[in-house]
Each structure stands twice: as C-alpha cells, then as structure tokens.
C-alpha cells in the first residue's frame, strides 16, 4: 500500500494520476501546515506533495522513515531542504515545464497589444478620453521579434509568432536548432539592433544579471518594445526606465522585478508604475488553470514512475537514473554513501541471498550513490531487510 499525502490543494489532475496507477490512498488538505500538524500529517506517508508555501526543513523531513519521494507541485524547490532529503534517500521532483505555453502566449498577446499601443489607449477611454488615431500603431505582420534564450519557453514564442507572420531571429548562448523559420544571431548588439520586439527567456543568476543593461538598451532600435517574463534580475530596471520616458523604447511589458511583493498587500515599489504603454503584471506569465492541471499530472506522472519502477529522471535533488524495462523477475533500489567499495558490497550482499544480477545501473551525486539493480531469485522481506541493515545503505526498496 502507497500512502499519498498531498497539501496545498494541490490540482485534482495528480490524484487522478495516482489512482489511475492504482495508489488508492491519496489524502488531500486543502491549505499548507507547519511544525507538528505537518509532521503528524506526514506520518506514514510514502509519498508527500507540496506547493511553495509548505516549507520541509531538516526537521519537518526527520522521523519519517516512510518517506519515499516528495513532489513539489510548482518550478521552485527552495522550500525543501534538498540536501536533507537527499541524504536520507528521498528524491525531490518539481514541473519545470508545465507552464511553458501560459508564458508564450501571454508574451504573444503583450507584443499585439504594445505594438498597437492599446496600454495607453486603455487607460485613455477609462478616464472618459476618446483619443481616436492610429498613430503609433502597428500590426504584428511583418515585424520581427527578437528572442533571447532560445530555450523551452523561447522556442515556443518563436513558432506562435510565426504563426502572426512575424519574423524570428534568437540570440542564445548554446547553439540551438532553429524551429520553424527561425534565424540564430551570435553578436548580441546586431540582433537588438535588427528587432522590433526584444522578449527575454533567459534564466536567472549572476550570468544573466543586467543582460539587459543600459547599453544594451541603447542597442535596441528605437521605438521598438522590450518584454520580460523571464527573471526580475534580467533587467536594469533605472535603464528601462530612462529609455522609455525618452521615447527611444515605446513600450515595455515586465512580469517579474528584481525585488518582488511577498503579500498581496505590499504592492509594487517601481519606476515603471504609471508609464504610457508599459504592461506591469505580478508575475503571472505561467499562472492559467491550464498550468495548474499540467503540473498536477506532469509531477504525479514523475512520482508514480519513481514508485513504480525507481526512475529520477527529473529530480532536482539526486543521482538521475532514467526508466528502463524490467529485465529480470526483480528490481531493487539501492541508495547508499557513496563510498568506495558500495557497489562491491551491494552485490556480494546479493550473491549471498542467491540473486543472480542481471542488469545494475549506478549512478552517484555528491554524497549519495543510486543503485536499480534487476536480479533473478526470490526477492523476499528478509532479503531486503538485510540490505537495509549494511551500514553503507540509506534506503532500500523493491519496487
Ligand atoms: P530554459 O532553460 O529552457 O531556456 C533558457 C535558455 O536561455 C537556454 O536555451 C539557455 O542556453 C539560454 N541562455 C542562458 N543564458 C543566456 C545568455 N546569457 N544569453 C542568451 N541565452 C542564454 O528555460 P525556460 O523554461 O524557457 O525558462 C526561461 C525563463 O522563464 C526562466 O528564467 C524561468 O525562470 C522563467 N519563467 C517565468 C515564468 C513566469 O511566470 N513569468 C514561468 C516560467 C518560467
């Protein structure tokens, strides 16, 4: 029996997952808990699923020896103690992905929208003006939009603009495959130089920081627009700023800032705030029900992979073992220090029970070393009793 515990009203497309697989005892809460209500809704938990406000901390994740796996139902991780978890066996999975397409279309929409001025012209009509003109105001047909970070969210921008008519160039520092009709630019200036939308689908961190920074505004044509769904640190925000009250930029959609609100109630502290054709969103690019639904199943997906036949591929904490079919009547998992010799005393530890190994896949990260091992022979509670009880073991299972 896997018993599921999933907090945060986590979307009900993981418990379909789940009880599509078979693993009939899911319990769901419908907000975050902390100290000992978490840890008592824990107990007994194979597999545990959160969202951003469960924090699991060297504490929350001890005296769990039943604990399998965690889910975080959303792209951060940075509220579980990954190293904890890893060293006690656990692997932590996340849904990078699933929100991919949310922030390609609202990217899509902002660029109709800020080419045609309709920020500005919005606002206009709500304060009782009708200015009627077409000045500034441009179809997307034709234009070409400037791409960088050619990657997941990236690539996808570029086909749904190509599908406006629009031209696509990116710039990425990786050699990436064109899709579609695009077009790779190496020297960063040329390409700002040639655009008329600049979207960013950089990551975050030192690398990127200011990627965007006066010069590199100072590049871009004028009159062209800039959009940021990527990372808040991207962007020199004084730079944007100063280039679109002089005009050089007219417009400028920005979903993320370099230092957030934490609460509903704090509001945003930017210059930004009460520009003509600038669209501030609080970051929101990957929120749709969609999404929701996407990271359900795509995290319940990576779980029940990983109880059902000892995958990581995905997890943001551990040795990544991808799937692979059952080859012989048994498979064990096997986490252990990653020691020398671990491998050597994994196997004569089998020998010994009369398990023929028929395939074995290791891989090590850091401290901790991951074993699938597929063995012929009868596989029973004391086998895998006796492989827990190897001083170089941290969890074992049969899965
Ligand atoms: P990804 O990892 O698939 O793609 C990133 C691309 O940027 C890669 O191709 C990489 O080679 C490239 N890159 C890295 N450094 C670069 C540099 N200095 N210059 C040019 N290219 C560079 O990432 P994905 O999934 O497409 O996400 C992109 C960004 O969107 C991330 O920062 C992510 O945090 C953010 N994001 C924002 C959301 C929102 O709600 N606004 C939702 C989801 C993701």
């Excluded at 792209?75 to 932590?92: C, F, M, S, Y």
């Excluded at 992905?97 to 990217?107: D, G, H, I, Q, Y």
């Excluded at 008329?196 to 690398?207: C, I, R």
């Amino acid at each position: 029996m896997t018993r599921i515990v999933l907090f945060e009203n986590i979307h009900a497309s993981a418990k379909e997952v789940f009880v599509a697989a078979g693993f009939d005892e899911v319990v769901t809460y419908p907000g975050a808990l902390t100290g000992d209500a978490l840890r008592e809704a824990m107990q007994g938990a194979h597999v545990v699923g959160i969202r951003s406000r469960t924090h699991l901390d060297q504490k929350a994740l001890s005296g769990l020896p039943d604990l399998r796996a965690v889910g975080c139902f959303c792209i951060g991780t940075n509220q579980v103690d990954l190293e904890t978890a890893a060293l006690r066996g656990i692997p932590v999975f996340n849904a990078p992905f699933s929100n991919t397409r949310s922030v390609a279309e609202l990217v899509l929409g902002e660029t109709i929208l800020l080419l045609r001025r309709i920020p500005e012209k919005n606002a206009r009509v709500h304060e009782g003006f009708w200015d009627k003109t077409a000045d500034g105001a441009y179809e997307a047909r034709g234009k070409t939009l400037g791409i960088i970070g050619y990657g997941n969210i990236g690539s996808q921008v570029g086909i749904l603009a190509e599908s406006l008519g629009m031209r696509v160039l990116y710039h990425d520092i990786e050699a990436k495959l064109p899709i579609g009709n695009a077009h790779a630019t190496s020297s960063l200036k040329k390409f700002l130089a040639q655009v008329d939308v600049v979207t960013l689908h950089v990551p975050g961190g030192k690398e990127t920081a200011n990627l965007m920074d006066a010069d590199a505004i100072a590049a871009m044509k004028p009159g062209s627009i800039l959009i940021n769904a990527s990372r808040g640190t991207v962007v020199d925000i004084p730079a944007l700023h100063r280039a679109l009250k002089s005009g050089h930029l007219s417009g400028a959609a920005v979903d993320v800032f370099p230092t957030e609100p934490k609460s509903r109630e704090e509001g945003l502290d930017s210059p930004l705030r009460g520009l003509q054709n600038v669209i501030l969103t609080p970051h929101v690019g990957g929120s749709t029900q969609e999404s929701q639904e996407n990271i359900g199943r795509e995290v319940a997906e990576k779980l029940k992979r990983f109880i059902g036949s000892g995958t990581t591929k995905g997890a943001v904490n551990f040795p990544e073992i991808p799937y692979h079919e059952l080859a012989g009547t048994a498979r064990i998992i096997h986490i252990h220090q990653n020691v020398p010799g671990a491998m050597g005393a994994l196997s004569n530890l089998m020998g010994e029970y009369g398990l023929n190994i028929v395939s074995q896949q290791l891989q090590t990260r850091g401290k901790i070393g991951y074993a699938v091992t597929d063995v012929d022979g009868d596989v029973t509670d004391q086998v895998i009793e006796g492989l827990r009880n190897h001083p170089i073991t941290i969890r074992c299972d049969r899965v």
